[in-house]
């Protein structure tokens, strides 16, 4: 079965502060594929970064980074001089293989970052 | 940038009445989703259709619920008798066939049952 865990449940910060939200994920399958999605007060779903398990190769887009480890299992989002805009709530998301080809997605319950000027 | 359309934004609806809920997938895309978030909680998986069947579908998803692709561009969520604890946010996704590609999300439907 698949599970995603988001320990932190709300971050404060301030203005350009750097932010590294956690995500945990749990699957038996080889093949899964996680995502982070941002919701900001509007409500829609937003879709920001993917990585394959096959590839552990972070990378960093704009003030985007992401900190994937299978070793220990876990899929960490990074903002780099947060901005006021950046308050939302970012879900992070696995989807594997199930046996069946690819699966929908299980979410983690939210990290809410709250960036005060 | 092509995008995945809910609509209604906001639907309010006796309990006990049936609503449809309606989304037009991004059109090149195969598979199509329903979520659901109650408020202020995690987004949860309702259903996938995929070959003009479903091919997913979670625990919560129950007789009361259908899924229907009437045509070549909308697909449907119908819950037939509304009960309180059905108030939710729904959210329509679509992806391609392609594994790796994230699915995108319509901005939800808003649903209220009194």
């Known amino acids: 079965a698949q599970k995603v865990t988001q320990a932190q449940t709300e971050i404060s910060v301030v203005e350009k502060e750097d932010v590294t939200l956690d995500c945990v994920y749990e699957?038996?399958?080889?093949?899964?594929?996680l995502f982070w999605y941002k919701q900001p007060p509007s409500g829609e779903l937003v879709f920001l970064i993917r990585r394959n398990s096959f590839d552990e190769q972070n990378e960093i887009s704009g003030r985007y980074s992401w900190n994937f480890q299978k070793s220990t299992s876990s899929f960490n989002f990074t903002i780099t001089a947060s901005q006021v805009v950046d308050s939302a709530v970012y879900f992070c998301?696995?989807?594997?293989?199930?046996?069946?080809?690819?699966?929908?997605?299980?979410f983690g319950s939210g990290t809410r970052l709250q960036v005060q000027p | 940038e092509p995008e995945v359309t809910q609509t209604p934004s906001h639907q309010v609806t006796q309990m006990g009445q049936e609503v449809i809920l309606r989304c037009v997938p991004i059109s090149n895309h195969l598979y199509f989703y329903w979520y659901r978030q109650i408020l202020g909680q995690k987004v949860e998986f309702l259903v996938s259709f995929y070959n003009n069947e479903i091919s997913e579908k979670s625990e919560i998803f129950d007789d009361q619920f259908s899924v229907e692709r009437p045509d070549g561009s909308n697909f449907t969520l119908k819950i037939r008798s509304t009960k309180l604890e059905d108030s939710a946010m729904y959210f329509c996704?679509?992806?391609?066939?392609?594994?790796?590609?994230?699915?995108?999300f319509g901005d939800g439907t808003r649903l209220s049952i009194l």
């Open positions: 996704a679509s992806r391609t066939e392609v594994r790796n590609q994230p699915q995108h």
């Open positions: 998301a696995l989807s594997d293989e199930g046996g069946t080809g690819r699966r929908a997605l299980t």
């Open positions: 699957t038996r399958d080889t093949t899964y594929y």
